[in-house]
């Protein structure tokens, strides 16, 4: 579990760093940061029916997402594209707090999850009982539920601060607004589920570049219309 907490400690320090200097990729970490405690507690609790497998996952995930933060601070060319693009537009736009939060969502979701799932997956998938595939997509599915527990929180302490109207929404509307993002992230984890499979499905690295692109450029369009529908 040390590398969990290691990666929850690189979190602690960028979102420390960038509240000093007001840069707005916080929201996206701190949200991250929250989700990814919540499952590091999940874990040590034995919600997960393969803790050590989970763990896995939970580390090459975010080893995604800090290799493009490094390469993107960089200036380096190996960016992908869609953290290019999602922190371009948090640096440079003056984009609403919800707008922020589902760019960053977008990316590390629709795109990084799958390739993380598939590393985590490829050399053993096949070797696999359907019994223990089964307990495979189980453990990504309780995911959602823990993404669920943690909306909330998400709400009172990274939206509402940075967003009063959304604090008076909350209140008018309840959990319904925390609802509707959780059944957002849940919905695009289920698809995230069906490309993983494409990926594991696929007969050459050729096959699987063409899975990526495809990806990609689902992740490219849903961010701009994100970033424009305010």
Partial sequence: MQAVETLLGR??????CWEKISDNRQVFLRCYNMMSSNMYE???????????????????F??????????????STQTPEVWKQAHDNTLKQKLHVLQNLLIGVNAHINYDLPLAL?????NDWNTYDEKT??????????VNIIIG??????????????SPAMAVLDKLMGRMDEWLLSRLISSW??????????LLQADSPESIEVIRLQQEMK????????????
């Avoid at 992740?219 to 305010?230: G, M, R, S």
Wanted: with cysteine; charged share 30%.
């Fill in 62 to 75: 975010s080893e995604y997402y800090f290799e493009a933060l490094d390469h993107y601070e960089q200036f």
């Fill in 133 to 142: 595939k089964a307990g495979r997509k189980s453990d990504h599915e309780l």
């Fill in 118 to 122: 598939y590393d985590c997956l490829n």
């Fill in 11 to 16: 979190m602690d320090y960028h979102i420390e």
């Fill in 149 to 162: 527990e943690t909306i909330d929180a998400v709400q009172d302490d990274v939206i509402a601060p940075m």
């Fill in 219 to 230: 992740v490219l369009n849903l961010n701009k219309q994100i970033i424009k529908v305010f």
């Fill in 42 to 60: 999940a874990v040590k609790n034995g919600r997960f029916s393969d803790a050590n497998w989970v763990n896995q996952l939970v580390v090459r």
């Fill in 189 to 198: 984890r289920g698809d995230v589920w069906e490309v993983t499979q494409k």
